[in-house]
């Protein structure tokens, strides 16, 4: 409310002054976007933030319906990066062969990414942590490449790392060892975002990215946190443990019920991964501080969500992301600021190449001018601020991964797999491709069609079967299947507009 009347009163005054006044003005809020590395929220991944729960969601909105476009790091992050589906900037998977930050990335769609815009808006730019799982690496310009649109960047060297890695410092090579106080990457690009605001101009706006390595592998706690939640295991609710028998070929290949072996692994993973998170809460307490203290809280949008979800034992997979169901393509969203109602939950159903275009709305780009596939969500947010509807459908689209040889620790499985620990149990595969259309507003369902040699179709009714256990394609009227596959063929293909007025 206060900062709405002094953007108001500045804006009167600026029209009665000068128009150089004016250009502050209107592009006066600062943001902040917080980017976890597989925090799923479906099996409990929000839990351990108590601090950020009541910091970020409670001064502001919980979305309750917030998806990953896609399951997997580095295509995840290229959508929340260009505000695409990956059809559209075409990073396929993780490796540089499948576009993640390869040089084609860099040439056609990072100068195109939304920072790039906020940047000529003259707002004040800072990355810190993980970025795309191959930047850095040799064949995609090393550390010397640093992306358009960044004033500082403190890029991470490769996949998520909690002790001895490398960063792109503004293009410089920077080696970090094991010491917790000097080198935690969390705590790191902690320090270094509050350098980085100390350091600004007053007189611009801000935007920073910070990607802490939590909670991925390898799970690193800091040293106080090693022995948090003793006690905590895997939820064993829904899916967990259960066979995933009228699925597709990957889920119907893991043994059940899981050896003991694979869940005392996930476990440990999973109170491993909480521990991780304990730091990243205590980011945004002392971020939140010293927005307070330089006064430019309410001033300051701040979201915070994560490049998609996580598993721990359902359908018998022991641990890993990449599946359509929910555990895997469900994001925690948490965002507060300028014109946002506190404490609201909200259930429209919210995308990842949607924060590009909420970013930018923010910033009072006109939107028409921006080629991506997503829409603002900030009139669902703060209805005073802007009038909007939400989109009808949505896809998830994926491409598997795989390796071309059998992997020597599991001779009897074939090739064409990959991510098959522990227990030779297969997370991915070439074969695991697919795409899904879901509807949230008017029936809760889910059509997948997979790219595999029996052309694979799965569907879900989420209404009554929300956590995934029955595949209706045998039972669910034609009719409905013909209309859902006509939906996903105009998706596949869209761009732009027509991904966001699919009838
Ligand atoms: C990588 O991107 C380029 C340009 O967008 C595209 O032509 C190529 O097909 C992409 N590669 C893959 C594996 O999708
Ligand atoms: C970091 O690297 C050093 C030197 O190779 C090694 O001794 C140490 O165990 C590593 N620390 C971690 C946490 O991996
Ligand atoms: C971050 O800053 C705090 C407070 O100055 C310090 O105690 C801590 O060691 C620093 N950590 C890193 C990794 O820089
Ligand atoms: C597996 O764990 C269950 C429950 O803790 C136990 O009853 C069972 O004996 C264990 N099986 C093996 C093979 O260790
Ligand atoms: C936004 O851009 C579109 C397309 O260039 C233009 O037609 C429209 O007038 C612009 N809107 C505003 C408010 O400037
Ligand atoms: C939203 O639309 C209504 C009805 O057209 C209009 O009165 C109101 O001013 C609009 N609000 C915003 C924030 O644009
Ligand atoms: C990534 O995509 C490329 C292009 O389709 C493919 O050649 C490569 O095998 C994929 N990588 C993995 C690990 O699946
Ligand atoms: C999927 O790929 C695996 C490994 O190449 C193969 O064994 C399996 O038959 C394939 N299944 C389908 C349905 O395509
Ligand atoms: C699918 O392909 C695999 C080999 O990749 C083969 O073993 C299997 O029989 C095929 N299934 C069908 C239904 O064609
Ligand atoms: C989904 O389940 C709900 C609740 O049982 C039911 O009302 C609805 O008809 C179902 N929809 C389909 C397509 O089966």
Redo the contacts with the bound molecule.
């Keep these: 409310m206060a900062s709405a009347r002094v953007l108001s009163t500045c804006l009167f005054v600026a029209l009665l002054t000068c128009t150089l006044r004016c250009s502050h003005c209107v592009k006066l809020s600062n943001i902040i976007l917080i980017l976890t590395d597989d925090q799923d929220v479906e099996m409990g991944g929000m839990t351990p933030m108590k601090k950020t729960k009541a910091l970020i969601g409670d001064a502001g909105v919980t979305f309750s319906n917030a998806f990953t476009a896609t399951p997997l790091c580095c295509p995840s992050r290229s959508s929340i990066l260009t505000g695409k589906y990956p059809h559209n900037h075409m990073v396929r998977n993780n490796s540089i062969s499948g576009n993640c930050s390869s040089t084609t990335w860099q040439k056609e769609a990072e100068p195109f990414a939304f920072p790039v815009y906020l940047n000529k808006l003259r707002y004040q730019t800072f990355y810190g942590g993980k970025y795309l799982n191959q930047y850095g690496s040799k064949d995609a310009g090393g550390v010397g490449h640093v992306p358009p649109g960044w004033d500082q960047w403190h890029a991470l060297v490769g996949n998520s790392k909690y002790y001895n890695y490398t960063l792109s410092l503004n293009g410089k090579e920077e080696k970090h060892g094991d010491n917790y106080e000097k080198d935690y990457l969390t705590d790191l690009v902690l320090n270094r975002s509050l350098h980085f605001l100390e350091e600004r101009s007053p007189n611009h706006p801000f935007f920073m990215m910070l990607s802490p390595p939590s909670p991925h592998s390898p799970w690193t706690a800091a040293p106080q946190y090693q022995q948090s939640f003793s006690d905590v295991k895997a939820p064993r609710d829904g899916s967990f443990n259960m066979p995933g028998k009228d699925k597709h070929w990957l889920l119907r290949q893991p043994a059940n019920p899981m050896p003991n072996s694979s869940i005392e692994y996930l476990d440990n993973a999973y109170r491993r991964r909480w521990q991780t998170l304990l730091s990243v809460d205590d980011m945004v307490e002392q971020l939140i501080k010293k927005l307070d203290s330089i006064k430019e809280l309410s001033n300051t949008y701040i979201f915070y969500t994560s490049d998609h979800g996580y598993h721990t034992g359902q359908f018998s997979l022991p641990i890993d992301k990449r599946q359509l169901y929910e555990f895997d393509i469900r994001i925690p969203l948490l965002v507060r600021g300028p014109g946002i109602k506190p404490k609201q939950v909200l259930q429209s159903p919210v995308l990842n190449i949607d924060l590009s275009m909420t970013i930018l709305d923010i910033a009072g780009v006109?939107?028409?001018?921006v080629n991506m596939d997503g829409q603002s969500f900030l009139p669902q947010m703060a209805p005073s601020l802007r009038n909007g509807t939400e989109r009808p459908f949505f896809l998830v689209e994926y491409t598997g991964e795989g390796h071309s040889s059998t992997d020597p620790s599991c001779p009897k499985l074939g090739p064409g797999l990959a991510e098959c620990f522990p227990d030779c149990v297969c997370e991915d595969a070439f074969n695991n491709t697919y795409a899904c259309v879901r509807s949230l507003k008017d029936a809760n369902l889910q059509y997948c069609e997979f790219a595999d040699n029996e052309s694979f179709v799965e569907m879900y009714n989420l209404t009554s079967d929300p956590h995934q256990l029955e595949n209706i394609v045998k039972k669910v009227d034609p009719a409905l299947l013909q209309i859902m596959n006509q939906r996903l063929i105009k998706l596949e293909s869209c761009t732009g507009d027509s991904c966001r007025n699919v009838k």
Excluded: A, D, M, Q
Aim: glycine share 0%.
């Design positions: 006109n939107l028409s001018t």
